[in-house]
């Protein structure tokens, strides 16, 4: 068996499954809108909005196809091997990190070009974007630097082990991602620091609302924060971050100048929802199995040295192996995985909303998600296969028929 043949029959399955949900996007705005949500956009809007989707959905479908024809390329023409014998680099990890930097720049040609276009000219151009330049090439220098730093790092985590270890490396490196995820999770509240600025919810009858609230339900966070999304965007949002005492409700400074105390509060009694409902642990818990069967794959592509010479390597690249797991097997997975953990999430995501309304704020939730999807120009009407194939929340019309249910 030739493994170039296998993976790029993989790949190719994989695209034309992708094309099939990238299409099904661009056909999202053709399907009606449900009668609950249509006071959302009046006329002159949804016009305004059909536009945006358009363009969007287009550039969408653009990055996808040059993402899958770069792929092919780099695959069919054993790109990586040449630039690992063309540089010289002897030893594992000078031949694992040549293939992640490689890989890693050849993204970059194409993202930040299509990233630009996206937040510079496309959201621009609607009045969504609010980042300069200079914000825009600061936070693509903090991505590469994060990268090359994370994967690099256990990238040669997993060789020193797998070299040390053998087959051992199955639990131990497994023992060592769900610490390394569980630390991510516990850490979020600081990570996020490395993007944006956050304050204190300054004292006044908002946060006494709030933390009213957190008394009244028995919930402890350790902070309620306000974070300036206004510095990348207009777009409004809310989230509840962190495990044991770094948990934390962060509200959008967008969020507080857009909507009504009313609404503010319902979105925050949302977010506590998440925190009673230990929403965080679980999805922790979920990613465990992921993370499983993700070291699982990795050790059985480093155990076939055989794989390599179809690529043109004289023996195991770590690197490449990497680049096999994420862009073959993962890729070609993620509509599995995705399937599965969007279902939860979306049940996450009622739960919470049932918690807003159990407390008195159903109505006012409503008019909250109606106003975060008038201002951000969601679809309204994505099909039913989009949604529960990449979608970790459901549309706003399904929200608001569950949360009308609910007696206050
Ligand atoms: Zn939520």
Known sequence: MNFKVLALAVVGITFLF???VEWLRM?????EIPENVRDVYDEEAYGRWLQYFKE????????????????????????????????????????AFGVLAADMLIGLLYEIPFGYVNSMV???????????????VIDQIKEVVIGLALTGGLCSLFILIHKALGSLLLPVFS???????????????????????FQLLPKGGLKERLTGLLEANGCTVRAIKVMDGSRRSSKANAYFAGMGRSK?????????????????????????????????MKLYGMSSFSIIVFVLLAWALVSLPEIYMDFGFQGVNYGFAFYLLSVVCLSFLSPFMGLFSNYFSRRFEYGADRFAA??????????????LARNSFDCLSPHPFLVALTSSH?????????????PS
């Open 18 to 20: 992708q094309t099939y």
């Open 122 to 136: 496309i959201e621009q151009k609607y009045g969504f974007n609010r980042m300069t330049k200079k914000t825009f």
């Open 27 to 31: 056909k999202s705005s053709d399907r």
């Open 56 to 95: 969007k959905t287009k550039l969408s479908f653009f990055r996808h196809m040059v993402s899958y024809a770069v792929l092919f390329v780099i695959i069919g023409f054993d790109v990586y091997a040449g630039i690992v014998k063309g540089l010289g680099l002897k030893g594992d990890y000078a031949a």
């Open 175 to 197: 023992g060592v991602m769900l610490l390394f995820v569980l630390v991510i999770a516990v850490l979020t509240p600081v990570i996020g620091k490395i993007y944006n600025k």
């Open 358 to 371: 159990e407390n008195g704020y159903g109505a006012a939730l409503a008019s909250a998600l109606k106003t």
């Open 394 to 406: 459901p549309t706003v019309s399904q929200r608001i028929t569950e949360i009308e249910k609910i």
């Open 248 to 280: 934390t409700i962060v509200l959008y400074d967008t969020l507080l100048e857009q909507m009504t105390e009313d609404e503010i509060v319902a979105v925050f009694a949302h977010e506590m929802g998440h925190n009673k409902h230990r929403d965080t």
